[in-house]
């Protein structure tokens, strides 16, 4: 993923979650990825799958157990 596209997913997922603190950052070494985060704290990853001429955005979120108790 590069710039530009980086941008219009991170618009996309900044409405979806009402949230201007959502930020993409590029992944060191990976081409087809970027990081999800909220302010610093590491929410997950998106991943651009291109098959057969269309493109779409995999996001993968980790929930840990501990992140549940209150």
Avoid: W
């Amino acid at each position: 993923m590069q710039g530009e596209e980086i941008k219009r997913v991170e618009v996309y997922l900044r409405k979806l979650f009402n949230s201007e603190a959502i930020e993409l950052r590029r992944a060191p070494k990976v081409q087809d990825m970027v990081e999800l985060h909220k302010g610093e704290e590491f929410l997950g990853t998106v991943y651009r799958d291109a098959e057969d001429g269309d493109v779409s955005y995999q996001v993968n979120f980790a929930v840990l157990d501990i992140d549940l108790e209150d």
